[in-house]
């Protein structure tokens, strides 16, 4: 079974930064890193995805609301990842879930590509 963990949610003020991480242990089978991603479910919608990066590191991938804002470098550990949210916004508020799986994620944006998920951290961004 593979766990993924994320940590650094929190209370901000609409405007500010926080940072997020997530790391993946347990079997994996593979010898390099996951793709991972960053999905996110605010307080009565549906998951939306938030930030994607390949095995490689060489393709990172954004939804439009959060580019510019947001980027989401590999940690220096195998299998972490990070989430760097600058300027954030209220309706931003939400569970933030990493994701992952092994290499060959197709469609970086469709939750269903990804078999391990973590519990979630919350993300409060006050008005």
């Known amino acids: 079974q593979v766990h993924m963990v994320e940590s650094g949610g929190g209370l901000v003020h609409a405007g500010g930064s926080l940072t997020l991480s997530c790391t993946a242990s347990g079997q994996i089978y593979n010898d390099f890193d996951l793709e991972m991603a960053w999905f996110r479910q605010a307080p009565g919608k549906g998951r939306e995805p938030v930030a994607a990066?390949?095995?490689?590191?060489?393709?990172?991938y954004y939804v439009p609301s959060v580019k510019g804002r947001f980027t989401i470098p590999r940690g220096d550990a195998k299998n972490t990842v990070n989430l760097q949210m600058n300027r954030l916004k209220p309706e931003e508020t939400a569970v933030y879930y990493c994701?992952?799986?092994?290499?060959?994620?197709?469609?970086?944006?469709?939750?269903?590509?990804?078999?391990?998920w973590g519990q979630g951290t919350l993300v409060t961004v006050s008005s």
């Open positions: 994701a992952g799986d092994l290499p060959g994620v197709s469609v970086w944006d469709d939750e269903d590509e990804y078999d391990y």
């Open positions: 990066i390949t095995w490689t590191g060489g393709s990172t």
